[in-house]
């Protein structure tokens, strides 16, 4: 039976352009996301979400969201989305390194 997993643990992006936090195992049946958030303790910032093989073949699941800190974003749009095997989860943000990223699912 599948087990409600980590996927992403307090990862900030180090760079403003689409990194990859996560890749489903390409041998399993794919991931379901259950929670995600991002959070930010000051200013504000916009982020992106991307769902694919590469960020080039990546589509686009959260397009720019704000968010201000102190504070946390959970859109619900990531909510039970089924990321393929092999696929990734990319995060981008405006700036780099001030957003915080946690998600957690079940790989099946």
Do not use: C, W
Not at 17 to 36: C, H, K, M, Q, V
Not at 38 to 52: C, M, Q
């Amino acid at each position: 039976m599948a087990a409600n997993k980590s996927l992403i643990d307090g990862v900030q992006n180090s760079v403003a352009t689409a990194e990859d936090l996560y890749t489903s195992p390409a041998s399993g049946g794919g991931t379901r996301i259950l929670a995600f958030t991002a959070s930010l303790s000051t200013g504000t910032e916009t982020y992106r979400v991307f769902i694919g093989a590469t960020a080039v073949a990546a589509k686009e699941i959260i397009q720019a969201r704000s968010i201000q800190g102190p504070g946390e974003d959970s859109p619900l749009e990531l909510m039970n989305h089924l990321v393929s095997p092999g696929d990734k989860i990319f995060v981008q943000v405006s700036t780099g390194s001030t957003i915080t990223v946690r998600a957690t699912g079940i790989e099946f």
